[in-house]
């Protein structure tokens, strides 16, 4: 999908780390970590991977897998600065009504597709009011 829409897309990821899941918040600052480093989007990719078993040794697992830089990652994994964009993300979620993840918006509406094809039918209806 990434290619097909790669020139008309823009895809912004906000963290909502739920309190519910102990490693939330600490897999939210991994990926800013790991960000720092140009890798966000292969943490991002691995900690949705292995969604079901995320806790401090998975991440540093995935940060040694990466090959990120380890004094880099464990220092930057708690900077004020990525604690403050969390802090952000998950003010507006609430503001917004997001209660849970992943949540979606196309366009500033929320969706809640229930497949695939849901998700493409409704990406290529705002794409056509865009052109039209």
Same mark, same amino acid.
């Given at each position: 999908?990434?290619?097909?829409?790669?020139?008309?897309?823009?895809?912004v990821?906000?963290?909502?780390?739920?309190?519910?899941?102990?490693?939330?918040?600490?897999?939210?600052?991994?990926?800013?970590?790991?960000?720092?480093?140009?890798?966000?989007?292969?943490?991002?990719?691995?900690?949705?991977?292995?969604?079901?078993?995320?806790? @401090? =040794?998975? +991440?540093?697992? #995935?940060?040694? %897998? $990466?090959?990120?830089?380890?004094?880099?990652?464990?220092?930057?994994?708690?900077?004020p600065?990525?604690?403050?964009?969390?802090?952000?993300?998950?003010?507006?979620?609430?503001e917004?009504?997001?209660?849970?993840?992943?949540?979606?918006?196309?366009?500033?509406?929320?969706?809640?597709?229930?497949t695939? @094809? =849901?998700? +493409?039918?409704? #990406?290529?209806? %705002? $794409?056509?009011?865009?052109?039209?």
């Amino acid at each position: 999908m990434s290619d097909t829409y790669k020139d008309k897309l823009k895809l912004v990821i906000k963290h909502f780390p739920l309190t519910s899941h102990k490693f939330a918040r600490i897999a939210a600052q991994a990926s800013l970590a790991a960000h720092k480093q140009g890798k966000f989007w292969e943490f991002h990719e691995k900690l949705f991977d292995n969604y079901d078993s995320i806790n @401090d =040794d998975k +991440i540093k697992e #995935i940060a040694i %897998e $990466l090959k990120l830089d380890m004094d880099k990652f464990n220092a930057d994994i708690n900077l004020p600065e990525i604690q403050l964009i969390i802090d952000r993300d998950i003010k507006n979620g609430k503001e917004i009504g997001v209660l849970g993840t992943p949540t979606i918006f196309i366009n500033g509406k929320q969706m809640n597709p229930r497949t695939f @094809d =849901d998700f +493409i039918t409704k #990406i290529e209806s %705002e $794409l056509e009011k865009n052109t039209n």
